[in-house]
């Protein structure tokens, strides 16, 4: 409603259209590429688990997607105030500091060892699980 009143009052009441639009796009696309990332990453995780039959499906990155988008996007853009989602945001931003520390000193780790860089070890394929 503020972007609205705001969109009104800098372009006139003709351009509520527009704003409303605008910020449907951003929205729209920003979850599709957040379900597409998603399906992409998960699908890699799930081809290295070597499903068989019928849960060979999720090595497709549409089907991830699909699931995501069904099970966790869809009931998230139906809640009316996002104020019951606080303790999940903190939870996620202390993920996330968490995970940007520990690469931090991963890199310096690296950096500072002798060791050299073996690519299947950073993004793993179904043969080089054999290596290890």
């Not at 090595?59 to 069904?70: R, Y």
């Not at 996620?92 to 500072?112: D, K, N, W």
Request: charged content about 15%; some cysteine; aromatic content about 16%.
């Amino acid at each position: 409603a503020r972007v609205r009143n705001f969109g009104k009052k800098a372009f006139g009441r003709n351009t509520v259209v527009l704003v409303n639009l605008c910020i449907f796009v951003s929205c729209f696309f920003t979850c599709s590429a957040y379900s597409m990332f998603i399906g992409q990453f998960l699908s890699k995780v799930f081809e290295v688990a070597r499903f068989e039959g019928f849960w060979a499906c999720l090595e497709q990155p549409w089907v991830i997607s699909l699931i995501v988008s069904t099970l966790f996007l869809l009931p998230l853009a139906t809640i009316k105030n996002l104020k019951s989602l606080k303790h999940f945001s903190m939870i996620g931003l202390i993920a996330v500091s968490v995970t940007t520390v520990i690469l931090f000193y991963r890199f310096i780790e690296f950096t500072t060892s002798d060791a050299s860089l073996d690519i299947d070890v950073i993004f793993p394929t179904k043969d080089s699980w054999t290596k290890y």
